[in-house]
């Protein structure tokens, strides 16, 4: 039996559809697994063992659809469910079943504040997604799968980092998701622990002004090391402290504690760290009572209102406490 799962992005939504992967090899007899997503994320999946076909979308969606069509799918599981993943269904004339994305109780939410989203995390009804092919929960949480070529060795590394390190993860997708740099340099010097900060390349300058707070506490890893490399980091690091974004849900499929901040965003979206039992420690902090938020399900270029008070209102010193409990200080 064929089937192919369809997640075109990103790096979070992708871990968030690693228990549909593995369930459905493992409990789907003769099941032959393909998955199709961007190029850019390849090696989010290249490493998955439950996965036998991993397809690469390029720039040309009508290419790609070609190329699938000679496996002849038996079933789709759209986890996608836009126009590009419905193009990709009339391509190949499977049977199909589409997760249901929940885009009007989401803009009910964004737009007029009224809650009518199911207290129901993303990655189950991901999974009821591809229960009509007998799939169940399984309840082992998230996979991430690093290749050998990318664990971190301990001279990538200061030698005041080597014996343990928090991670805390100063990117974001968008910059309402993330905490203003004030407040970051804030947190970094108030945590007494060495750190590791974790961002992609456009993140390096604010890790640089960051890290001049105390060079030997804090090292700035932002765009020195790639995504499977800084999965790793998230993996030895003692606790993990991120914003909402793809490597709080690669901290949470390596079990690690985690402090997540949320801005704009909220975890009523169904996208919190996603753990098996027991669970590892996590604390969400955000500023509630708010009526400007959720101002979107993604996130801004900017505060919509200019006082930015989801981020700015946040308790930076019961957080940076809250780290120092946690490592027993």
Same mark, same amino acid.
């Given at each position: ?192 622990? =060495?750190? *590791?900060? $974790?961002? /992609?390349?456009?993140?390096? &300058?604010? #890790? ?6 105390? !060079? +030997? ?39 690690? =504690?985690? *402090?997540? $901040?949320? /801005?704009?965003?909220?975890? &009523?979206? #169904? ?6 039992? !027991? +669970? ?50």
């Amino acid at each position: 039996m064929k089937i192919l799962i369809i997640r075109f992005s990103s790096i979070g939504d992708i871990v968030l559809t690693t228990p549909v992967i593995r369930c459905i090899k493992q409990q789907v007899p003769g099941a032959e697994l393909h998955y199709l997503t961007k190029s850019s994320f390849r090696t989010i999946l290249e490493h998955n063992p439950y996965i036998d076909h991993l397809h690469l979308l390029e720039d040309n969606l009508d290419v790609a659809i070609s190329n699938l069509q000679h496996y002849q799918f038996d079933y789709i599981i759209d986890l996608h469910h836009n126009l590009r993943s419905m193009r990709v269904k009339r391509g190949l004339q499977a049977k199909a079943f589409a997760f249901n994305k929940l885009n009007i109780e989401k803009w009910l939410l964004t737009a007029l504040k009224i809650n009518r989203l199911p207290a129901v995390h993303i990655v189950d009804r991901y999974l009821a997604t591809a229960a009509p092919l007998g799939v169940k929960n399984d309840g082992r949480g998230l996979d991430y799968f690093i290749g050998p070529d990318d664990y971190t060795r301990p001279e990538d590394l200061p030698a005041t980092h080597r014996a343990g390190y928090i991670a805390v993860v100063i990117g974001a997708a968008l910059p309402t998701k993330k905490l203003p740099i004030d407040k970051l340099k804030d947190l970094c010097h108030r945590i007494q622990h =060495p750190m *590791i900060l $974790l961002g /992609g390349p456009e993140d390096a &300058a604010d #890790g640089d002004i960051i890290s001049r707070i105390d !060079p +030997a506490k804090i090292y700035n890893a932002c765009g020195r090391f790639k995504l499977n490399e800084s999965a790793d980091l998230v993996r030895m690091a003692k606790l993990v402290v991120t914003h909402d974004t793809g490597l709080m849900h690669v901290a949470a499929a390596f079990r690690r =504690p985690i *402090i997540s $901040l949320w /801005g704009n965003t909220v975890p &009523a979206f #169904g996208m919190t760290p996603y753990y098996p039992e !027991p +669970a590892p420690r996590h604390q969400a902090f955000e500023v509630t009572g708010l009526r400007c938020r959720p101002c979107s399900k993604i996130g801004h270029r900017r505060c919509p209102k200019g006082h930015f008070n989801c981020m700015n209102q946040l308790p930076i010193a019961e957080i940076a406490a809250t780290v120092h409990q946690w490592l027993g200080h």
